[in-house]
C-alpha cells in the first residue's frame, strides 16, 4: 500500500523568510496530493492541493510542486507569518472515493 | 453552515466501556471517514463509508464498529475501550465530482483510563 514520509518533522524559521516541507509517496498511482494546516484543538483544513498532471500550483504565499518521476511533492511558503504557525500535513490518494495516506505532520513555529 | 460536526469535543473512558463518537455532515456528501490522530503518526484512517448503507476497513479498524444508515451520519463505536485506543479522533467527508478535497470536523478527543 501507499507510504507517506514528511520532513523534517519541525521547523523554526524567523518571520518574513521561506518554509519548505518534503513529502515522498511509494505508490505511482497515486494522483491527488492535497497539503492541510491544523491549529491547535481544530481539524486539518486543506490550504493547497496538485494533481498529477500539473508540476506546480500557487496561491499567493503558498505553492506546491510535485515531481512524479521522482515520487515527491513539496510545500513552500514564503514571507512566513506567525498566524502560519501549525502542523502541517501532507497526503497521497488515488482521486476521489479513495483514501488519503497522511504523512506524519511538520510542526511549523514562525519566530517574530 | 455546520459543515462536519462532531460529539463529544471531550471524552474519558474506563477500561472495557462502550460508547459511540457521533458524526454529522450537511454537506450531501457521499464519502465519510474516520481517522485517529497520535503524535508522530499522522492521520491513520480506521474505517470509511462510500455511501449509506456501505463500510469498509482502512489501517487501524480494530476494536471500532461504523455503520451509515444515513448521508449525513457516520457513527463510530468503540466495543470496549482499551489504553490504546486514547487518541483524537476527526471524522471527514468527501464531496462527489472532481474535487477531492477532505472536509475534517473538529475532532474528538478521547482517554480510555
Known amino acids: 500500500g501507499e507510504n507517506v514520509e514528511q520532513h523534517p518533522s519541525t521547523l523554526s524559521v524567523q518571520e518574513g523568510d521561506s518554509a519548505v516541507i518534503k513529502c515522498t509517496y511509494s505508490d505511482s498511482a497515486s494522483n491527488y496530493f492535497p497539503w492541510y494546516k491544523q491549529e491547535l484543538g481544530k481539524g486539518p483544513q486543506l490550504i493547497i492541493d496538485i494533481r498529477s498532471n500539473v508540476g506546480e500550483k500557487k496561491d499567493q504565499r503558498i505553492a506546491v510542486t510535485l515531481n512524479k518521476t521522482a515520487k515527491h511533492f513539496s510545500l513552500h511558503i514564503t514571507e512566513t507569518q506567525p498566524e502560519d504557525s501549525a502542523v502541517y500535513f501532507c497526503a497521497a490518494s488515488r482521486g476521489y472515493g479513495q483514501n488519503f495516506v497522511f504523512g506524519p505532520g511538520t510542526r511549523l513555529s514562525v519566530l517574530p | 453552515n455546520a459543515g462536519v460536526t462532531q460529539t463529544p469535543k471531550f471524552q474519558v473512558l474506563k477500561t472495557g466501556q462502550s460508547m459511540t463518537l457521533q458524526c454529522a455532515q450537511d454537506m450531501n456528501h457521499e464519502y465519510m471517514s474516520w481517522y485517529r490522530q497520535d503524535p508522530g503518526m499522522g492521520l491513520r484512517l480506521i474505517h470509511y463509508s462510500v455511501g449509506a448503507g456501505i463500510t469498509d476497513q482502512g489501517e487501524v479498524p480494530n476494536g471500532y464498529n461504523v455503520s451509515r444508515s444515513t448521508t449525513e451520519d457516520f457513527p463510530l463505536r468503540l466495543l470496549s475501550a482499551a489504553p490504546s485506543q486514547t487518541s483524537v479522533y476527526f471524522c471527514?467527508?468527501?464531496?462527489?465530482?472532481?474535487?477531492?478535497?477532505?472536509?475534517f470536523g473538529q475532532g474528538t478527543r478521547l482517554t480510555v483510563v
Open positions: 471527514a467527508s468527501t464531496p462527489p465530482g472532481g474535487n477531492t478535497e477532505a472536509f
